[in-house]
């Protein structure tokens, strides 16, 4: 069973960037498509970026397209989210998540495996 952590959340300005990472335990985590997400207050859990489990395919939400890269490294057992050119509006929780097959996935019922999630603040 996989278990994921994530870190690297923050406070920082609009237009700074961050570097989110999710260190995943567990001998399978280099077999998993990676997804992160985030939440905001009142509003529900959306999808941001998905990587395959090799890391040649990637797909973001258009919300983050051109700001975002998601990548791995698996034989460190991680995943980054690097976040440029932020918004207010990218204040949320993000959570990694783990999806148990072979496609990328883009709904929060396509993972298999939940962070606890990191708390992103951008202030404007």
């Known amino acids: 069973q996989v278990q994921l952590v994530e870190s690297g959340g923050g406070l920082v300005q609009a237009g700074g960037s961050l570097r989110l990472s999710c260190a995943a335990s567990g001998r399978t985590f280099s077999s998993y498509p990676m997804g992160w997400f985030r939440q905001a207050p009142g509003k529900e859990r959306e999808f941001v970026a998905a990587?395959?489990?090799?890391?040649?395919?990637?797909y973001y939400a258009d919300s983050v397209k051109g700001r975002c890269t998601i990548s791995r490294d698996n034989a460190k057992r991680t995943v980054y989210l690097q976040l440029n050119s932020l918004k207010p509006e990218d204040t949320a929780v993000y959570y990694c998540?783990?999806?148990?097959?072979?496609?990328?996935?883009?709904?929060?019922?396509?993972?298999?495996?939940w962070g606890q999630g990191t708390q992103v603040t951008v202030s404007s």
């Open positions: 990587i395959t489990w090799s890391g040649g395919n990637t």
């Open positions: 998540a783990a999806r148990r097959g072979v496609r990328l996935g883009v709904r929060v019922d396509e993972y298999d495996v």
